[in-house]
């Protein structure tokens, strides 16, 4: 049965995309069958992999509606392992259109139960905020995996992420948990990336942070205006070689 992994921060332009995209490159690329779902109505993910949004006839949007079955919202083989549910702008109206469905915090996981079981990896890459759309991610998903980027404003929102993934796991799903905190957008040369390592290491105390760290790398943020991985788009980058050792962490962790 697929392990189903939530990439969210309520807080934007931490690396949630870069994680979700990249993650689900690299697990790939070591052999294990992958399906991404983007859940966010920016529809970044779907970019990144290089589908057209203009294009798309069945999204995340039209599953979630229930006008079409998972089968047909589920774009085969985009790159080896790798299969996408896409999202495009139509996901911004989800939030309304869902407000009277009953049981409308279960909606993706009904859809995704029935074909958990044909994947080794299901990630999920949530909106920046914490709405109806993330809190059906955070009901389907076994855990919680929460990117931190290397800047003052790092700790803002955490808290309150955490307390929603509690309060998920208290009333939705029991079972859920944090999978960890992946700090990104590193810089070595500044003392602030240093000191934010620390105070997020601090604040979190128990909670696993993995001893991963991605970069600052500017192949990282070529690689999605080419519709590639990093781990395709520049295999021998510092990006790539921090999300192979972040994939190595994430296959590691499920033995254990």
Do not use: W
Not at 25 to 49: W, Y
Not at 117 to 140: E, F, G, H, Q, R
């Amino acid at each position: 049965m697929g392990r189903i992994i939530a990439v969210a921060n309520q807080k934007g332009g931490v690396g949630k995309t870069t994680t979700t995209v990249n993650l689900s490159s690299c697990l790939a690329e070591k052999g294990k069958k992958v399906l991404t779902i983007d859940i966010d109505p920016q529809g970044n993910t779907t970019r990144a992999f290089g589908i057209d949004k203009r294009k798309l006839k069945n999204t995340i949007y039209e599953l979630l509606l229930g006008q079409v079955s998972s089968k047909k919202a589920i774009i085969k083989n985009i790159f080896k392992n790798i299969s996408l549910i896409p999202a495009d702008v139509d996901l911004a109206g989800a939030e309304i259109e869902l407000i009277d469905v009953e049981e409308n915090s279960f909606i993706l996981k009904k859809h995704i139960d029935e074909i958990r079981d044909k994947y080794d990896y299901i990630i999920i890459d949530c909106p920046p905020s914490l709405s109806t759309l993330t809190v059906n991610a955070l009901t389907t998903a076994d855990t919680v995996l929460v990117p931190i980027q290397c800047e003052f404003f790092a700790l803002e929102g955490l808290s309150q992420l955490m307390y929603t993934i509690n309060l998920v796991k208290k009333r939705l799903n029991p079972n859920l948990e944090i999978e960890g905190v992946v700090f990104t957008m590193y810089d070595s040369r500044t003392n602030l990336s240093m000191q934010v390592v620390d105070e997020v290491k601090k604040a979190l105390k128990r909670t696993n942070i993995y001893k991963t760290i991605v970069p600052r790398n500017v192949r990282l943020g070529e690689a999605p205006s080419h519709g590639l991985p990093i781990n395709i788009y520049d295999t021998n980058s510092k990006g790539a070689e921090s999300y192979r050792l972040l994939a190595d962490e994430v296959i590691n962790r499920e033995d254990e």
